[in-house]
């Protein structure tokens, strides 16, 4: 049933990448930032429905920092003068994880992230340290992680060791006696830097509510 109420949505937003892409190209300040000028060129050069989705994921993507664009192709373009090497390795990490994202909800992520780079909050290694975690994390543990307001120290709930493979949690044992043998789950200093930079980058797309 979930897959039957989802399948109209997901065709919409595919039918739709073409008209995505040319407001894309429409807008020059967009174009200018190297991750998105290079994935419109690939987007136009082939159209079959990976480079639709890819397209819908880029506009997601977009939208997180949309209404600032002007100044974050400014911030961008400091952050590339200050360090060629690293903002270079911050696009091609972008590129790629947005490329085989398989949740529509994932990019928007990706782009609180960009912010909190180009804002200084987090850095280039950082960035693409949370950007692999959140490639290999499931959504809904993602928001567990960043909305909830105050995070147990010691946890035993199935989201956070779901979440450990990926770095943004991590194993604590227990220390009394009545729980010796015991494993427990704490958020990892990965996952704070991810809560930061998700609560940074918030700011730009307030506007944006969570999907249903």
């Known amino acids: 049933m979930p897959a039957q109420r989802e399948r109209p949505l997901l065709e919409a937003t595919l039918e739709t990448s073409e008209v995505v892409i040319d407001a894309l190209v429409a807008d020059k300040v967009l174009s200018e930032i190297p991750i998105i000028g290079t994935a419109i060129k690939i987007c136009k050069a082939v159209d079959d429905i990976r480079n639709r989705a890819f397209a819908s994921k880029l506009a997601r993507f977009v939208s997180g920092f949309s209404s600032e664009t002007e100044e974050t192709r400014d911030k961008w373009r400091e ?3 200050a360090s060629p090497e690293e903002t270079r ?6 590129f790629f994880i947005l490329e085989r994202l398989t949740d529509f909800d994932k990019p928007m992520l990706l782009s609180r992230l960009f912010l909190a780079f180009v804002d200084q909050v987090i850095s280039g290694e950082e960035l693409r340290r949370l950007a692999q975690a959140i ?6 543990d993602l928001y567990r992680l960043m909305e909830t307001a105050e995070i147990p120290s010691k946890s035993q709930e199935a989201w956070m060791r779901n979440m450990a493979t990926s770095g943004l949690t991590q194993i604590v044992a227990g220390k009394t006696y009545d729980e ?14 991810l809560r930061n930079a ?5 700011r730009y797309d307030s506007q944006v509510a969570r999907p249903k």
Do not use: M, N, Q, W
């Not at 390795?89 to 972008?94: A, D, K, S």
């Open 79 to 81: 952050r590339l003068a």
């Open 198 to 202: 998700f609560a940074h980058g918030r």
């Open 89 to 94: 390795r911050v696009g091609e990490t972008l």
């Open 135 to 140: 490639d290999s994390s499931f959504i809904d």
């Open 180 to 193: 010796i043998g015991e494993l427990y789950f704490e958020v990892s200093p990965l996952g704070d830097k």
